[in-house]
């Protein structure tokens, strides 16, 4: 059985899971209501409370690696393709394609990119660091607003050589500046989880 707790943030609504001292997972608000009750116990652990805690750091920019224990449930093709994720670094982005070549399948772009779909952990194992050849964001499973506005974060608290440009496409869509503004104490509110989600 494993301890969740809900909390609402500039995101939107998470939850964040873990089995034992594990992280197993982190829910997008659009995946919530998917969630199976029977399978979790609303319980805000201290280690839930610390993952959330190195969220926090890494939207305000103070945090670059973060120090969690994780626990990956998939394949084992799906694993190889989120431990290739945890390895790219803060600010930097790799091609789908590239993924697929590291780890040895140079057609694999289109298999990489239902891996990351189905990544268990976001932030945590960065598939929003993942984008197309093209520069282009392709997709990810909070939305491409957060995918851009993740990416802009770390470009901005990353020291870029002098005129360099970010290697991705920005979207022409309007959104918020991210992170928030430091004057903006309600940015991060832990909220009161609800059992099962109903």
Not at 61 to 74: A, M, P, T, Y
Not at 137 to 148: F, P, R, S, T
Not at 155 to 166: D, M, T, Y
């Amino acid at each position: 059985m494993q301890n969740i707790y809900f909390y609402e943030t500039e995101m939107g609504r998470i939850a964040i899971a873990v089995e034992e001292k594990f992280l197993t997972n982190i829910f997008y608000e659009d995946r919530l209501n998917s969630l199976e009750s029977d399978q979790f116990v609303e319980c805000e652990t201290k280690e839930i409370k610390n993952v959330f805690h190195q969220i926090q750091e890494y939207l305000c920019g103070e945090r670059k690696v973060f120090d969690v224990q994780i626990l990956l449930r998939g394949t084992n093709f799906q694993k190889s393709i989120w431990e290739q994720l945890i390895k790219i670094p803060y600010g930097v982005t790799h091609s789908y394609k590239e993924i697929a070549q590291q780890i040895g399948i140079p057609k694999g772009a289109r298999a990489v990119g239902m891996a990351n779909h189905n990544n268990p952990i976001p932030i945590i194992v960065p598939c929003h660091r993942v984008i197309g050849t093209s520069g282009n964001l392709v997709g990810y499973g909070g939305g491409l607003d957060l995918k851009q506005k993740l990416l802009t974060l770390e470009v901005k608290h990353k020291i870029l050589p002098r005129g360099a440009e970010p290697p991705w496409t920005p979207r022409k869509e309007s959104w918020t500046p991210w992170p928030p503004s430091a004057a903006d104490p309600g940015a991060f509110r832990a909220g009161i989880g609800r059992k099962g989600q109903e």
